[in-house]
């Protein structure tokens, strides 16, 4: 049997989950999504060109692997196909041999966009449909990718060929190969356990690929989680390590942080380890992958969040716009540690933040990006 990795969005999404999960690909046979539609963005930057994915995972850009857009995962087949003509465009493969779509994924349609676009607001969503098609879906509603293709739409000749059971696909696979489960946008916009009414439609963390994907807890073998070394969080809702002074404009003009899918400015504060701690939880997760550590180079200091004055250790999702974070302050290095590929190599002051990381998060740092290059990584 091949092992079954998860890498879960451990904030508000936006962590690197798709140049983490593209790095890991080389390693696998089948990557697959379980949830969310093209809400999410995911960024991957190869010899310096960038690829923006939103539906189809990031195992597209490796030759031999078998993408799965999952059964619990939202699809307007209009955008589909134009991020796949976008990414044979750019010179990859796509065939019903390594894209394989769920036949029971739900349809968004153009009526859930202009819906989303229209009642969206007060939450601050993408607009993409994804809140009206699970409505559909749960109300019992919906349609699915099966009966899209046997009906007589814009795309069902072009999309027929993809479609298929994936979870028998996933458990055939399993016997002979490993496989990775890529999460789109982050555990505290899970529907369940995320910042409600702040969240997305979906369960964005670990229960969801199980539900996504037709898999038992059992399973699933090992669960990352991926952490920015700061925080962002696009759209509203409470954030209590917001900074919305001149650091957080810093953080947001050098880390980029603007909406890979809308382009909208994202919040942006401090690790918030306590958020951390509870998403841990929530996931099971096994270890930390941190990106964007190179963004605090060049900058006077680093603040880590370990406590709320109101409520210590515990992280309260009802009241979460009422705490004060207690904080801890690091030094930030001299020099630069973009491109950094060997932990040794890294400053003192770095591997500090980062141990402390991992002793009030409670788990091991597996992997940290230190640049947007698929090479720009270290694994610990
Ligand atoms: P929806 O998923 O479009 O319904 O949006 C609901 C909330 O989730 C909004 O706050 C969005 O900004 C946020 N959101 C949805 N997808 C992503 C993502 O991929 N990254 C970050 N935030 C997201």
């Known amino acids: ?11 508000f999404g936006d962590e690197g989950k798709g140049k983490l999960v593209d790095v890991l690909s080389a390693q696998t046979r089948v990557v697959a999504r379980y949830q969310g539609g093209a809400n999410a963005g995911h960024t991957i930057i190869v ?19 078998v993408n799965v857009l999952g059964n619990g995962m939202v699809i307007h087949p209009q955008s589909l196909i134009d991020e796949m003509a976008h990414i044979t465009k750019a010179g990859f493969f796509i065939s019903p041999d390594n894209l ?12 859930h966009i202009t819906e989303d676009k229209v009642a969206g607001g007060k939450i601050g969503t993408t607009g993409r449909g994804i809140g009206p098609a699970y409505r559909d879906k749960v109300a019992r509603s919906g349609m699915r990718m099966r009966d899209y293709v046997e009906g007589n739409h814009q795309w069902s000749e072009q999309l027929k060929r993809f479609v298929t059971n994936t979870t028998a696909l996933i458990h055939e696979a ?11 946008q982050g555990t505290m916009l899970d529907i369940d356990h995320g910042t409600y009414p702040f969240v997305t439609s979906s369960n964005c963390s670990a229960g969801g690929a199980c539900t996504g994907l037709g898999l038992g807890p ?10 920015k070394a700061y925080l962002t969080r696009v759209g509203n809702g409470p954030m209590p390590t917001e900074l919305t002074d001149s650091i957080g404009e810093l953080l947001r003009e050098k880390g980029k942080e603007f909406g890979a899918t809308t382009g909208r400015p994202r919040r942006c504060g401090w690790f918030d380890a306590v958020q951390a701690r509870y998403s841990v939880m929530i996931n099971s997760m096994d270890k930390l992958l941190i ?7 060049g900058m006077k200091e680093i603040k880590l969040c370990t406590e709320y004055r109101e409520t210590g250790k515990l992280y309260p999702l009802h009241g979460l716009d009422r705490v004060s974070p207690v904080y801890e302050t690091f030094p ?28 009030v998060v ?7 990006s230190t640049g947007p290059d698929r090479e720009e990584t270290i694994v610990v």
Do not use: C
């Not at 394989?100 to 009526?111: C, G, L």
């Not at 059992?218 to 952490?227: A, L, W």
């Not at 990106?291 to 180079?297: H, Q």
């Open 1 to 11: 049997m091949g092992n079954i990795t998860l890498v879960v969005g451990g904030q």
């Open 47 to 65: 010899d310096g060109t960038k690829y923006v994915l939103h539906l189809i995972p990031s195992g597209i850009l490796h030759e031999g692997v």
């Open 100 to 111: 394989k779509i769920s036949e029971s994924a739900h349809v968004i349609t153009d009526a």
């Open 174 to 184: 399993r016997k002979t190969g490993d496989i990775l489960i890529e999460g789109a």
């Open 218 to 227: 059992k399973h699933i073998s090992h669960i990352y989680g991926v952490f």
């Open 291 to 297: 990106t964007k550590l190179d963004v605090f180079d």
């Open 332 to 359: 930030v290095w001299p020099g630069t540690v973009r491109g950094v590929t060997q932990y040794d190599k890294l400053p003192s002051e770095a591997k500090k933040y980062l141990r402390r990381i991992e002793e």
């Open 362 to 368: 409670g788990i091991p740092i597996f992997m940290i």
